[in-house]
């Protein structure tokens, strides 16, 4: 399972979530900061980082084209990428 992206409004909270390979990054960032937050957490996770874009585990790139703001706590606004 790749690792997807969740914008989150309350705090606090983990920045990953390593059960569900869920990176958790403020629904405040816009543009080029979402990038650079969920480069930041997977350079933590010891995943080596391209010059541009963001990488899973298995080397396919994250995708962070789509903003889905948290509306309650479920999965159901969880980003996969790829999809
Ligand atoms: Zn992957």
Do not use: N
Request: charged share 25%; proline share 7%; aromatic share 8%.
């Amino acid at each position: 399972m790749c690792v997807r992206v969740q914008y989150v409004s309350t705090w606090p909270f983990s920045p990953y979530d390593a059960d569900r390979k869920l990176i958790r990054i403020p629904a405040q960032l816009e543009g080029s900061y979402v990038l650079d937050a969920v480069r930041a957490v997977l350079t933590e996770l010891a995943v080596e980082q391209p010059r541009s874009g963001a990488l899973c585990f298995c080397g396919e790139p994250v995708r962070l084209l789509a903003y889905v703001p948290e509306q309650r706590e479920s999965e159901d606004q969880v980003v996969r990428h790829g999809a």
